[in-house]
């Protein structure tokens, strides 16, 4: 039995379908190009905002729900979902999840209305649960050999895919054209998504456990979470001192407060609190969003300041969404796949922990090299190339560090929790780099200066080189001192 607070759950036993390597060899990538849709959604939007706005005669304000909107569902479905599928099986679940992003897209391509557009990216949102499913699937079917190599690959992808969303989004939207184009893309790779889910996730992970979701607790899981995102998003609009920003805040730490203490005292919680605070998951879950805070940085910094004109600020490449694409981010994709397939032999040969803390040393150069050397295209693109090295080996790196410490049982909504960490650290990045741009202009311009991206770059290596030195510090601790356990039959897993 496992025991979580007052929740006790039988251990899962080794799945009895678990299959050999051959038998599997169609899983792993069948399931990196479900997950790749994921972060092909969330970024392929990005670059069309503008074009939202025009089109559906909105302001730049209500467009902004696009993005918020999406980051809201996925805050709030990703630890629901990854649960379901450690409790009902992950083969459903992950299947509904795609057909709900599938309609999603549909309602984008087909509408004419804002409205009717993000309550879309909401049901797209749920995309962002297919990740830490995945990784159920492939726990209950891998030896641990290829278990690590399949995380790494899955990880490294998840990582790659803003890059080929922002490439995506390049070649189908020129100037003046509809922006439905794109969704109309993105129904396509989700309905393959589906096709591929359907055909190569085997059957076979009945229900483990027939306990609900705590609807209590998703609920304030729900009012805690989205509150502090929409203070995230809308604090720089309505100021981060004014009342309302302070006030959606308050709101949104009280409801997780309150969540937290709800779910020591639920008999089935719907996060046990030893997987969100226990020593071991609370650095990986620090380090996640340290790194998707970074990530967002070079992301959204470098694809704004290569399309900078420099006869106006004085640098940038008067670069256009399909060059900023194909020339600038499109090597860091192919550079991240590549760190993504040998990153999970790196784990299993070195430790994950060690394997993170290398990846974040490299993620600190390739920030400084972007603070220091940004007046060449050439630059900027090498900088990239070794941030997205970074990037994919150290989301490779998370999940493994999760399944070293946490129950089969618990893989969804570990991960899940994960996630949302790497999700929080992407809003607050985005944030922070359009304070930024906001802050420091050019003189008797609105436009930002050279200076705010240098600062944004410095950011980023500052959370890169945190990350690394919270699971030095981390693994440091729990090497030399007792940990909190989940206990189990006669041995325990140290969290």
């Known amino acids: ?63 902004g729900w696009v993005v918020t909107a999406n980051l809201l569902a996925a805050a709030v479905s990703t630890p629901v979902l990854g649960r379901l599928a450690d409790r009902r099986g992950p083969r459903p679940v992950l299947l509904g999840t795609l057909v709900l992003v599938l309609l999603g897209s549909v309602l984008c391509t087909v509408t004419e209305y804002l409205p009717v557009l993000v309550v879309g990216r909401i049901l797209q949102g749920v995309s962002f649960a297919l990740f830490p499913i995945g990784v159920t699937v492939l726990r209950g079917r891998l030896d641990p050999r290829r278990l690590l190599n399949a995380i790494g690959l899955l990880s ?78 809308e604090g720089g609009r309505w100021g981060w001192a004014a009342p309302q920003t302070i006030g959606v805040v308050a709101l949104g730490a009280a409801a997780t407060a309150g969540w937290y203490l709800h779910e020591r005292r639920t008999r089935t919680p719907l996060v046990p609190p030893a997987l969100l605070s226990g020593r071991r998951v609370a650095g990986a879950h620090l380090a996640a969003f340290l790194v998707g805070m970074a990530m967002y940085i070079q992301f959204l910094g470098c694809a704004q300041f290569v399309q900078a004109s420099r006869a106006a600020v ?71 190339v070794v941030i997205n090295a970074f990037v994919s080996a150290s989301y490779a790196a998370l999940p493994s560090l999760l399944v070293d410490v946490v129950p089969s049982e618990f893989t969804g909504v570990a991960n899940g929790i994960n996630a949302i960490a790497r999700t929080f650290g992407s809003s607050l990045a ?56 989940i206990r189990f039959g006669t041995g325990s897993v140290n969290l």
């Open 1 to 63: 039995m496992v025991t979580t607070g007052n929740e006790s759950i039988a251990v899962a036993r080794p799945h009895p379908a678990r299959r050999s390597a051959t038998g599997n060899r169609l899983l792993v990538p069948a399931l990196c190009f479900v997950v790749m849709t994921t972060a092909v959604i969330q970024t392929a939007v990005v670059p069309l905002l503008p074009a939202v706005a025009t089109q559906l005669g909105v302001d730049s304000a209500a467009v």
């Open 156 to 233: 490294g992808i998840l990582a790659v895919g803003g890059g080929l969303g922002m490439v995506a989004a390049g070649l189908v939207h020129t100037d003046g054209a509809d922006f439905r184009r794109v969704f109309a893309l993105l129904v396509g790779l989700n309905l393959a998504a589906l096709v591929v889910a359907w055909a190569t996730v085997p059957r076979g992970d009945e229900a483990r456990s027939r306990d609900g979701v705590d609807p209590v607790g998703v609920g304030l899981m729900a009012v805690g979470l989205s509150a502090i995102l929409i203070a995230l998003a």
């Open 314 to 384: 004085g640098y940038g490449f008067d670069a256009s969404v399909l060059r900023t694409s194909l020339l600038v981010l499109l090597p860091g994709s192919v550079a991240g796949v590549a760190a993504a397939s040998v990153s999970g032999r790196f784990v299993h040969r070195f430790r994950a922990d060690r394997v993170l803390i290398v990846a974040c040393g490299i993620g600190v150069a390739g920030f400084v090299m972007l603070a220091l050397t940004h007046t060449r295209l050439w630059q900027v693109v090498v900088a990239l």
């Open 430 to 485: 985005s944030a922070l780099v359009a304070t930024l741009l906001a802050s420091l202009t050019v003189a008797g311009t609105d436009l930002a200066s050279e200076r705010a991206f240098v600062i944004a770059f410095w950011v980023g290596g500052v959370a890169a080189g945190a990350a690394g030195l919270v699971i030095a510090c981390s693994e440091h601790f729990w090497r030399n001192r007792a940990d909190r356990a």
